[in-house]
């Protein structure tokens, strides 16, 4: 967004400022609608529950004008937005309020709480109390502040509230199970002052102060919290198995949340801390091999029955599969340990990385076998608590097995969730991979999810990750921008051989070929793919390469090399990993099937059968203009395009079979194509039978 930065306030006092300046927004009505919206922000906030919020008691049909009424006025308060509806757009049920340029001081508690509970899940109880000390420091007093009276009866300010009082307690857990309760006191009594009656609160500040030696002032507030208790009818606690005295004796209670502490068979826990500490620098940088030495060198440490250990080969087996494709081993013994202890997320977690490095290696069957049991897993709880990780791993996984309704479905529901704000890097995630299943689904605005996905990555890391280049690169490929292509492809090499990550190169070099080949340059192009092609590692973009191979044989006339492409080709393709590879040996199969003093007969159910597979889905650009060349000569119409998804590449083939080659080159010039260009302006003798058929036609 251009222009200055927004910053909305909810945790302490509704307000509005504006490249640090404060924007007045008067009106209690107003003040109060605008809290009710970033309450609910970005979801929508339907008309009825904003007439009994500022309107209680009345009836909803007869506030709505009222409603319409505040919702201009606060509008017309707010800085002005270019873009349909501004600040605040209209829904069919209400009003939502938008956030681009915007930043929710109650939005961003919300986030790192929920990262700071991942934390304390991953065995990171250090970023955990990172995260909740920033997340706690954006409150100043009572949600809306002044305004609090009158929304204190609101059941999202309750669960604000309630959420505020859950990350105190997590933070007062994590410091006393660190051995620092001294540093947990006075966030306790603080609580203790704002909620008297609270037992958790109290419980833990007698532990704390027991735990500090200061024994006297334990019992003191124990005595004071019995006594306010006991002024209450019905309002005696229980016994007391928390009682300060009993401390004496070491029976501390065990707080709520207590992360596993290191290892006490770590002769070096500093350095075990110091370790996990740069392995998480180096997952949030995209340094894949430098995350996989730390988590090697804290697992040599980690004894067998510690409950941290799964989390920890989960996360190793993770770096390797992005840096090498490997893993496997790790993430089993992290299955075999999650299972055993009937860790739910866990199994789930293990199972989708299990199907993530099977499908990288070409092995279909062996991810769907182990994406099915993560979705049952996964099914026994509600989707809104799944972990956002989670959801973006199964997300990209249905996507790229042939299930890409089901994945936009699962992706939506994620980012339209109003009781969580997925993290930045999750948020990419799913948005690049909703964007993959969009496309195969025939939807361009796939293409504007792949690039949105890359820049707000960008933005909130500072750089970009190769895979969310690879899945842009692929979207703006298919939508006839091979300009753009090139652009994004040099910019992630740059990334991959600064990281270097030989899993994010072996991306990028099959890309490179391709683009080499696109540019008119197919000698540099073979000598590419023929490089790529010589290391045996089951890629999944094997047959991507073995396709331009026996492309680029058949333009040098070289048959017998290119039969050789179409054999490896066809048993790539049996594998079934991306439905492209059918695409690619039908064609290829076809092409050398049209040779010269070569029978035809089989050329038109080849060509039918590769159309048959981009079903409604956009034209692999790899076909370029091979495809309505072979559909010409097999005597196959254009009308057998209309159901795939329309795109330059096959307005271009379809003025091709038109007869407009004129029109057609034109349009690939467009694309960015110099070799189909090339090909589009070559003579194409038919063979007899065919051209007589065409005649007849006529």
Not at 68 to 91: K, N, T, Y
Not at 242 to 264: D, H, I, K, L, M
Not at 272 to 281: K, M, V
Request: a positive charge.
């Amino acid at each position: 967004m251009g222009g200055p930065r927004e910053h909305g306030r909810l945790l302490g006092g509704v307000g509005w400022e504006v490249a640090g300046t404060p924007l007045p927004i008067s009106g209690r009505q107003r003040r109060l609608l605008l809290g009710l919206l970033m309450l609910h922000a970005p979801a929508v906030v339907p008309v009825s529950r904003i007439a009994t919020a500022l309107w209680p008691g009345r009836d909803p049909a007869d506030a709505r004008p009222a409603v319409h009424v505040q919702l201009h006025r606060l509008r017309r308060a707010l800085p002005a937005l270019d873009l349909p509806g501004g600040r605040i757009p209209a829904d069919q049920s209400g009003y939502a309020l938008r956030l681009d340029g915007l930043d929710l001081d109650v939005l961003v508690f919300r986030q790192h709480h929920h990262d700071a509970l991942r934390m304390v899940d991953e065995g990171r109880p250090d970023l955990a109390l990172n995260l909740l000390r920033e997340a706690l420091g954006r409150w100043t007093g009572h949600p809306l502040g002044s305004l609090h009276p009158q929304a204190s009866g609101w059941p999202e300010v309750a669960a604000l509230e309630d959420a505020r009082e859950r990350a105190r307690e997590t933070l007062v857990d994590l410091e006393i199970a660190l051995g620092r309760p001294a540093a947990a006191l006075p966030v306790l009594r603080k609580a203790v002052a704002e909620h008297p009656e609270h037992e958790g609160f109290q419980r833990r500040l007698v532990q704390a102060l027991t735990e500090c030696g200061r024994h006297e002032e334990a019992v003191d507030a124990y005595r004071a919290y019995r006594s306010r208790r006991g002024a209450i009818p019905g309002g005696e606690p229980g016994p007391a198995p928390w009682s300060p005295r009993r401390t004496y004796q070491g029976r501390t209670p065990a707080p709520a949340v207590r992360p596993t502490p290191s290892a006490p068979a770590d002769p070096h826990p500093a350095a075990r801390h110091a370790l996990l500490r740069a392995a998480d620098f180096a997952e949030r940088t995209g340094g894949h091999g430098q995350a996989q030495e730390c988590l090697a060198a804290v697992l040599a440490t980690t004894a067998p029955d510690e409950p941290e250990r799964p989390r920890l080969l989960v996360r190793l087996a993770d770096q390797r599969a992005r840096d090498s494709g490997e893993g496997v081993s790790e993430a089993r013994e992290a299955l075999r340990i999650f299972t055993h202890r009937g860790d739910l997320a866990g199994i789930a977690e293990a199972r989708l990385l299990l199907a993530r490095i099977a499908w990288c290696r070409s092995d279909r069957r062996a991810a769907l076998d182990a994406v099915a049991p993560a979705r049952q897993v996964l099914a026994a709880r509600p989707q809104v608590t799944w972990p956002v990780p989670l959801v973006a791993s199964l997300v990209g996984l249905l996507a790229v097995t042939g299930q890409p309704d089901e994945a936009v479905g699962r992706a939506d529901a994620a980012l339209r969730s109003g009781e969580r704000t997925p993290a930045p890097r999750d948020r990419s995630r799913l948005l690049s991979n909703r964007g993959i299943a969009r496309l195969d689904l025939g939807d361009p605005g796939g293409s504007g999810d792949c690039l949105d996905a890359m820049t707000s990555h960008e933005r909130s890391a500072g750089w970009t990750p190769v895979v969310l280049s690879v899945n842009a690169m692929d979207a703006v490929a298919g939508l006839g921008d091979l300009a753009r292509y090139a652009r994004i492809l040099a910019r992630a090499r740059a990334t991959a051989e600064t990281r270097g990550c030989t899993q994010d190169l072996r991306y990028l070099d099959a890309a490179r070929a391709w683009c080499t080949f696109w540019s008119g340059d197919p000698a540099d192009a073979e000598r590419q793919v023929q490089h790529w092609l010589a290391h045996e590692d089951r890629h999944f973009l094997t047959d991507q390469c073995l396709y331009l191979d026996g492309r680029l044989k058949l333009l040098r006339g070289n048959r017998s090399g290119a039969a050789q492409a179409l054999e490896r080709l066809t048993e790539q393709s049996r594998r079934g990993v991306r439905w492209q590879a059918r695409v690619y040996a039908a064609v290829l199969a076809a092409a050398l099937a049209t040779g010269r003093n070569r029978p035809t007969r089989g050329v038109p159910a080849l060509v039918e059968e590769a159309i048959g597979v981009v079903g409604t889905a956009f034209l692999p650009p790899e076909l370029g203009v091979d495809l309505p060349i072979l559909m010409r000569i097999a005597g196959v119409p254009a009308t057998a395009l209309a159901r795939v998804a329309p795109s330059p590449w096959r307005s271009a083939a379809e003025a091709y079979l038109s007869g407009n080659r004129h029109q057609a080159a034109q349009r690939y010039r467009v694309i960015g194509s110099r070799t189909d260009l090339a090909g589009c302006r070559r003579r194409v003798e038919l063979p007899p039978r065919t051209a007589a058929a065409r005649r007849s036609s006529h």
